[in-house]
């Protein structure tokens, strides 16, 4: 076992627990040292399991040595947001008021990576009910890079837990850009599905319509790996998809040659700071280097969308509280609360129209994939910003605005979408981009992620800990 191995990529660790070179045990026993002796700082985890983490693990190597080896994840050490549902175990959602709240089943998704032989290390923090904000009460993730940056949002600990090391692979949820924001903030790959292409049974709902739960890992093929062993149809979620569930693994090597890419480039500029435009456009040479078919297109215009999307998120999430606010209004942070306030003052013809603008919407980005196989765009407008930059952001209704125009689009339409490390701000924080395509092309995504992260070391760039 070399000493970086936290650091490796869940197939590589999974190639070397499947030859025998590497204990399921030995790897558990490591990584919840580590957990242990680094995590006092950096506050990604919301709960350690080292008893369910022992017992998975032992169970693991007894599997596998008996020649029973389920497939990639097993004995390989992950770790789950907050949102899903552990039987047994703590699942508090980021909340005060969920601090006691033990689940008698598991997610569907929980459930899944435990037949896939995955070692559960404990439950990643995250924002509080998965919104915007950390609840006042609970200590915020610390960006592993630098502690004076945002270590985004929600999926806060899933980002900072596998980019410090912590696990090697993790789950995340998407809302508003909840998988991407904290992948583009810690430096590490973040797949956001296909809405209802993963079970949401289990899982605390923000805005049940809008939710996207999906992987969080160092490369684009361990986000394949797990994808894998997630998606599907469930009996338990009428809104998962019944499409079937390819092999994300197979086809890997074919590469982008001849693969439609598009790109807008007054949207990749217009409003971006340099660095994340500059990336943007880098991004855009390698793929055009590796064979990519390069056509500038319009991305639809998103305004609409992103002017509707904070109340049609409150009105999903008020009623997602409804059991529980106003009755325990007080001890609701100001985030959350303020979100379900804008909720439940909506009428009803306003939300319609926010329904119809985001049908329109989700009707021009499937127009736009009819010439197209792809579509580079930025992850986010601002590289990297620091805390007190997200504070003062908080304070102006255009900021917030320009912090969702290339994320919360994404979550109306339901389209998947991959973000990619590419690169370091001058100093020295991770800067990413993101890849989109049609519904449940999900494949495509990881082929054209991995084939950049095999032109490029972004990825295997770690923070110094």
Request: glycine share 10%; proline share 7%; aromatic share 6%.
């Amino acid at each position: 076992m070399t000493t970086e191995i936290h650091y490796q990529s869940l197939l590589d660790v999974s190639r070397q627990i499947g030859n025998g070179e590497v204990s399921p045990v030995e790897l558990t026993d490591a990584m919840l040292a580590r957990i242990e002796a680094v995590d006092g700082e950096l506050k990604s985890y919301a709960l350690v399991t080292p008893e369910r983490a022992r017992a998975d693990a032992q169970a693991a190597e007894t599997e596998i040595k008996a020649g029973r080896r389920r497939g990639p994840l097993h004995g390989v050490p992950i770790a789950l947001k907050d949102l899903c549902r552990t039987k047994g175990t703590t699942t508090a959602a980021g909340m005060t008021i969920h601090a006691d709240h033990v689940p008698d089943h598991d997610a569907t998704v929980t459930a899944r990576l435990a037949q896939a032989g995955a070692v559960l290390l404990g439950k990643l923090q995250m924002t509080e009910g998965a919104f915007a904000d950390h609840h006042p009460d609970i200590p915020s993730p610390v960006n592993p890079w630098n502690a004076d940056h945002w270590p985004g949002v929600s999926s806060s600990g899933s980002g900072v837990a596998t980019a410090a090391g912590l696990c090697f692979a993790s789950l995340g949820s998407d809302t508003g850009g909840s998988i991407r924001f904290p992948s583009t903030a810690n430096g590490v790959t973040g797949l956001k599905p296909t809405w209802g292409r993963v079970s949401r049974y289990g899982v605390f709902d923000l805005a049940p319509s809008l939710d996207h739960i999906g992987p969080m890992c160092r490369t684009a093929a361990d986000a394949g790996a797990v994808l894998g062993v997630i998606a599907g149809e469930d009996p338990n979620d009428p809104t998962a998809a019944t499409a079937p569930v390819p092999n994300y693994l197979a086809g890997l090597e074919r590469g982008v040659r001849g693969l439609r890419v598009g790109v807008d480039p007054r949207f990749n500029s217009e409003g971006i700071e340099d660095a994340m435009a500059s990336t943007c456009a880098d991004a855009v040479e390698v793929l055009r280097d590796l064979g990519a078919d390069i056509r500038t297109v319009a991305f639809p215009d998103p305004t609409d969308v992103v002017a509707g999307w904070l109340a049609h998120c409150g009105v999903e999430t008020a009623v997602a509280h409804e059991e529980t606010y106003p009755a325990l209004k007080d001890r609701y942070g100001p985030g959350l609360g303020g979100l379900i306030e804008v909720g439940r003052a909506l009428g009803g013809m306003d939300y319609q129209k926010i329904i119809l603008d985001r049908q329109a919407f989700t009707g021009r980005m499937r127009r736009l994939f009819e010439d197209v196989d792809l579509l580079v765009m930025p992850a986010q407008y601002i590289a990297s910003p620091t805390w007190a930059t997200m504070a003062t952001l908080g304070e102006d209704p255009d900021g917030l605005a320009s912090l969702l125009r290339c994320t919360c689009p994404l979550d109306m339409s339901g389209s998947p979408s991959i973000t990619l490390p590419s690169g370091f701000t001058e100093g020295g924080m991770p800067i990413a981009f993101q890849i989109v395509g049609r519904h449940f092309e999900e494949d495509l995504l990881i082929r054209a992620g991995h084939a950049y992260q095999r032109a490029t070391d972004w990825h295997l760039r770690h923070p110094a800990i």
